[in-house]
Nanobody
């Protein structure tokens, strides 16, 4: 079992940058592939980015590729999402998620563990 908690959200202006963090406690962090999802009001949850157990493989949604970067520090049990050039369309609650699934299909993995989320609001 692993517990996840996101932090780093807030209110920023369009064009600004923000870095989200997700700390994992409990079971060994490095056995999990990790991902970031988001959900905007009135919309379904959306995959943003995923990374393999040791961070060597990453995947991004088309609408964030080139602006967002996912990374992890297994020694500190931390997952990050660096978000640059933020847009109003990026406004959402952001969630980190963990899975023991293998492979590179991060968007469609079955994620067993989720954090409570952190709000990101981008004003235009």
């Amino acid at each position: 079992q692993v517990q996840l908690a996101e932090s780093g959200g807030g209110l920023v202006q369009a064009g600004d940058s923000l870095r989200l963090s997700c700390v994992a406690s409990g079971r060994r962090f490095s056995v999990y592939a990790m991902a970031w999802f988001r959900q905007a009001p009135g919309k379904s949850r959306e995959f943003i980015a995923g990374t393999s157990q040791i961070g060597t493989v990453t995947s991004y949604a088309d609408n964030v590729r080139g602006r967002f970067t996912i990374s992890r520090d297994n020694a500190l049990n931390l997952l990050y999402l660096q978000m640059n050039d933020l847009k109003s369309a990026d406004t959402a609650v952001y969630y980190c998620a963990a899975t023991r699934a293998g492979g590179r299909d991060f968007e469609n993995h079955e994620y067993e563990h989720w954090g409570p989320g952190t709000q990101v609001t981008v004003s235009s």
